[in-house]
């Protein structure tokens, strides 16, 4: 199946920073999804981005899958931007539809 | 709209019980699916369903079995629990159209003594 990879692990920021999170994944996708769970538990989908540059508010992804690698960029951020942020990208070549999520990078922001 | 419903919130249950996690969705999606989370890792997909009547295995299918008999639900089973399925499960719709996006459901924390 394809392996999917988050860095870093862990992040903490001021209030105010930017933070680059980056996903890389193993094989050719046609699909792949950035997730935020916020510190309750729910999960909210972000972006689908199997390829190109997307941006919404404060937030905005870039997939280079030539290169098997997505980012995922938070600018100005706000202490409502912390929890655990998730790519996920096909269990394996050949469907779209059934993803697998990598373990993801806790991001902390402090006043 | 609710969205997506998850029944029960919390669930505790004694090693070879068995019980029910309900899903339902009213946002007329033909996909849905169950996933397991456990602490520091992420989600694992356990089933999929592409529409009413239809299931295929995710990831770790071993110990669950599923049924989707309207477009709806889908509920997840486990037979005779054990301590290994000690996890958080969520279960999930996606659109149907060009932009595939999943949707959550609050989840169900779920403890096997």
């Known amino acids: 199946g394809i392996q999917v990879e988050q860095s870093p692990p862990d992040l903490i920021l001021q209030e105010g920073a930017n933070s680059t999170l980056r996903c890389n994944f193993s094989?050719?996708?046609?699909?792949l999804q950035w997730f935020h769970q916020n510190p309750w538990g729910q999960l909210i989908n972000l972006f689908y981005?199997?390829?190109g540059t997307k941006q919404n508010g404060r937030l905005s992804a870039t997939t280079v899958a030539t290169e098997r690698y997505s980012l995922l960029y938070i600018s100005s951020s706000q202490t409502t931007d912390s929890g655990v942020y998730f790519c996920a990208v096909p269990i394996n070549t050949g469907t779209a539809s059934k993803l697998t999520f990598g373990t993801g990078t806790r991001l902390q922001v402090t006043l | 709209n609710a969205g997506v419903t998850q029944t029960p919130k919390f669930q505790v249950l004694k090693t070879g019980q068995s019980m029910t996690l309900q899903c339902a969705q009213d946002m007329n999606h033909n996909s849905m699916y169950w996933y397991r989370q456990d602490p520091g890792m992420g989600l694992r997909l356990i089933y999929y369903s592409a529409s009413e009547g239809t299931t295929d295995k995710g990831e770790v299918p071993n110990g669950y079995n599923v049924s989707r008999l309207n477009k709806r639900e889908f509920s997840l089973r486990l037979e005779s629990a054990a301590p290994s399925q000690t996890s958080v499960y969520f279960c999930?719709?996606?659109?149907?159209?060009?932009?595939?996006?999943?949707?959550f459901g609050p989840g169900t924390r779920l403890t096997v003594t």
């Open positions: 094989d050719s996708v046609n699909n």
């Open positions: 981005i199997p390829s």
């Open positions: 999930a719709t996606r659109t149907p159209n060009l932009v595939p996006a999943l949707y």
